[in-house]
């Protein structure tokens, strides 16, 4: 990817007209409009948004907004949508991915052909497939067989909400080629969304898939009444386990208490803006996982991920207590309190950092 560092223009297609994915094209088109504000001179960005659904699509196209997630709320009036992913993905510089985790391998068969074969692939998703075990960046090279330099991910304390609203956020671009991760942040800073960089592609990635799980299970809690004490041990503890995962598979420890780890943890686990957290809490007042999955629109993706997080930790001989009780609960048949009362149950051992 030249055009960032040099004079040419930058096309960059966003893949999923869902909550994230529409948030994060607008983020793109803002901040591409900052930058030519700032430097005349600096490279045209052009941001297509793709969508399946032609409502949303026209909406989009029409009104510079996505009433199916963000009713009211204006959209920079240069963003442009298609439900043609081909048309979407041709001559893309840069291609941002924010389909649910569990679709990604079967989405990527069918656009590979419409890929440039020099084209940088950003994955906004934070889950673990099941079955193979794979995250999100490991599909991405796999399907596509790209060098890892031209695969990178974006996570941290993103509540979709609050940044369509263009309240100030962070996050983190990560890409084991630096220099990949340096003009990424250049196209994605604007002044509401600020992007730090990071080589430890492992630890960002699981960082984003265990909030999902813990976020389940402070949701849980808090639909069965406790209090703050509970919820905080959990997020506490829950970052400890997330820290285990993540060095036993090669990260940095230090990633995990930084925005991907303990900054994303903090919002998914205290918004009722997080899906995840949301999912949870109405499993702890008494729905049925069933019940909660009819009602809810968007994807909850510490549900399926769960599973998977869990056979890793297995696999790698981590202890995953959070992510066991959940997923008792979710797929098991256990009850929230049952599942609260293993987890309290446990003996006891002194705290250590990571332990």
């Known amino acids: 990817m030249t055009a960032p560092m040099g004079t040419d223009n930058v096309r960059i297609a966003v893949l999923g007209a869902g909550s994230w994915g529409t948030v994060f094209a607008n983020i793109i ?45 204006d959209l920079n009036p240069r963003l442009t949508a298609t439900d043609d992913a081909a048309k979407a993905l041709s001559d893309a510089d840069v291609v941002v991915l924010a389909v649910p985790s569990q679709t990604l391998r079967g989405n990527l068969v069918e656009w590979r052909p419409h890929l440039r074969e020099d084209a940088v692939i950003v994955s906004l998703m934070k889950g673990v497939e099941l079955g193979t075990l794979s995250r999100v960046s490991q599909i991405i090279a796999e399907v596509l067989e790209f060098p890892e330099e031209r695969v990178a991910v974006v996570s941290g304390p993103n509540l979709a ?53 813990i976020g389940l299970a402070v949701g849980m809690a808090e639909g069965m009444g406790f209090g703050d004490n509970t919820k905080a041990s959990l997020i506490t503890r829950g970052l400890a386990e997330t820290t285990r995962l993540a060095v036993a598979l090669g990260a940095d420890e230090h990633t995990l208490s930084g925005l991907a780890g303990m900054g994303d943890l903090v919002a998914t686990c205290s918004s009722p803006l997080s899906r995840n957290r949301t999912f949870g809490e109405k499993l702890g007042a008494g729905q049925t996982l069933e019940q909660v999955i009819a009602e809810t629109k968007q994807t ?14 297995w696999r790698h001989g981590v202890d995953l207590p959070i992510t066991e009780a959940v997923v008792k609960m979710l797929h098991h048949d256990l009850s929230p309190a049952e599942a609260l009362t293993a987890f309290m149950a446990r003996s006891s051992k002194p705290e250590r950092y990571g332990v």
């Open 300 to 313: 909850a993706e510490g549900v399926k991920s769960s599973e998977s997080i869990l056979e890793l930790g």
């Open 29 to 73: 088109a803002d901040a591409a409009d900052l930058a030519r504000e700032r430097h005349p001179e600096a490279p045209a960005v052009e941001v297509v948004l793709w969508g399946r659904r032609a409502s949303v699509v026209e909406a989009v196209n029409r009104t510079s907004q996505n009433p199916d997630y963000f009713p009211g709320i």
């Open 161 to 213: 909400r609050e940044i369509a609203e263009r309240q100030p956020a962070t996050a983190v671009v990560a890409c084991p080629h630096e220099e990949t991760a340096v003009r990424l942040q250049s196209l994605f800073k604007s002044a509401y969304f600020r992007p730090y960089t990071s080589t430890d592609l492992v630890g960002v990635e699981i960082g984003g898939a265990m909030k999902n799980v």
